[in-house]
Nanobody, 123 residues
Framework: VQLQASGGGLVQAGGSLRLSCARS????????MGWFRRFPGKEREFVAA????????RYADSVLGRFTISRDNAKNTMYLQMDSLKPEDTAIYYC?????????????????WGQGTQVTVSS
């Protein structure tokens, strides 16, 4: 499995960005794709995840109501729509993949990772 994340950038507080994560390579179904982020000097933290070829989403409390995760199965792509962005959302965002239908918020549960995309929110 290979993951390619894109869509990061610089935006003012209150603005929006949409991240994309394209999956290539073979995988078993169902599987989960998720977004994590890393602040400088910190471990990766869970942001959101979605079950592909299944049902279910989960969000971190810090982004609930502002971020929306979605998928396009035909394109093997996952999206993270980020609205009402805050300076504290500034981080490197990573997409990740794990086989199974359980949405695990522990980054160690994910076997495959994208390269990360920088999101910077200015105040």
């Amino acid at each position: 499995v290979q993951l390619q994340a894109s869509g990061g950038g610089l935006v003012q507080a209150g603005g929006s960005l949409r991240l994309s994560c394209a999956r290539s390579g073979r995988t078993f179904s169902p599987y989960v794709m998720g977004w994590f982020r890393r602040f400088p000097g910190k471990e990766r933290e869970f942001v959101a995840a979605i079950v592909l070829n299944g049902v279910g989403t989960r969000y971190a409390d810090s982004v609930l109501g502002r971020f929306t995760i979605s998928r396009d199965n035909a394109k093997n792509t996952m999206y993270l729509q980020m609205d009402s962005l805050k300076p504290e959302d500034t981080a490197i965002y990573y997409c990740a993949h794990r086989v199974g239908s359980n949405i695990n918020i522990d980054s160690n549960a994910y076997a495959y990772w994208g390269q990360g995309t920088q999101v910077t929110v200015s105040s």
